[in-house]
Nanobody
Framework: QVQLVESGGGLVQAGGSLRLSCTGS????????WGWFRQAPGKEREFVAR????????AYTDSVKGRFTISRDNAKNTVYLQMSSLKPEDTAVYYC????????????????WGQGTQVTVSS
């Protein structure tokens, strides 16, 4: 089993920054993809970013390109999401995800979810 623990959410003003962390434990294979999804009230869960644990290759949804950066620390089994130039529309619960699908982009491809962390951006 894999367990994911997230931290780093909070309240920030528009234009500010936050860094989310996700630490995993259990049998996480090197070829897994780690990602972040988010879900705003009344909306479906959507893909934000992913990183391949083995290669470090990343991908982002268009709305966060140039503002968010996903990275990993292999020694700590931790993935980070550095969020900058935050906008009110970034407000959502952010979920860490691990998938055996290298091109992770859909919630249905996720094998394991974190518990979620709230990010609120005020205008």
């Amino acid at each position: 089993q894999v367990q994911l623990v997230e931290s780093g959410g909070g309240l920030v003003q528009a234009g500010g920054s936050l860094r989310l962390s996700c630490t995993g434990s259990g049998r996480i294979y090197l070829n897994y993809a780690w990602g972040w999804f988010r879900q705003a009230p009344g909306k479906e869960r959507e893909f934000v970013a992913r990183i391949n644990w083995n290669t470090g290759i990343t991908a982002y949804t268009d709305s966060v390109k140039g503002r968010f950066t996903i990275s990993r620390d292999n020694a700590k089994n931790t993935v980070y999401l550095q969020m900058s130039s935050l906008k009110p529309e970034d407000t959502a619960v952010y979920y860490c995800a691990v998938s055996s699908v290298s091109y992770l982009s859909l919630p249905g491809q996720v094998n394991y979810w974190g518990q979620g962390t709230q990010v609120t951006v005020s205008s």
